[in-house]
């Protein structure tokens, strides 16, 4: 399996989690086929853990530190908000969690860095929505094999 599917799998795993406490309603890995706001968006808070981007610094002749930044979109119909603070005290609930591991359990030697992007109000066929994006970049440290 590929680092990033161990991250991604990893990820996936603590958004169960978050589930499972209630913070989340539901979580899904998307592939770019199509936008993931096109489907039915079955409860929410419902999170979809959107493909990486990648980046590489040269560590030695041996070693590379890559950063896989990955975003988790969260999308929240605006019915589910019932206090002035649901979505800031969401995107806490959901950062604190990731803060509280800092290396996925292993998966990220380099450290994980979780920050959120502002919501934002959408109108979509689903309705009236707010979302906000989980950034976290994932740092892994690689041997080189030449």
Not at 70 to 90: A, P, S, W
Request: charged share 25%.
């Amino acid at each position: 399996m590929s680092a990033i599917q161990e991250i991604k799998d990893k990820i996936k795993a603590v958004c169960i989690e978050l589930k499972d406490a209630n913070v989340i309603a539901g979580v899904a890995s998307i592939q770019m086929t199509k936008d993931p706001l096109d489907a039915e968006i079955p409860t929410t808070p419902y999170a979809y853990i959107m493909p990486p981007s990648t980046e590489s610094v040269v560590v030695d002749n041996r070693t590379l530190l890559r950063t896989y930044t990955f975003d988790i979109l969260v999308v929240v119909k605006g019915e589910n908000i019932n206090t002035e603070t649901y979505i800031e005290d969401l995107i806490e609930a959901i950062l604190n969690k990731f803060d509280n591991l800092p290396t996925l359990e292993g998966e990220a030697d380099g450290g994980v860095e979780p920050a959120s992007s502002a919501p934002l109000p959408l109108t979509h066929k689903n309705g009236n929505l707010v979302i906000f994006s989980i950034r976290l970049k994932v740092n892994k440290t690689l041997s080189l094999t030449y």
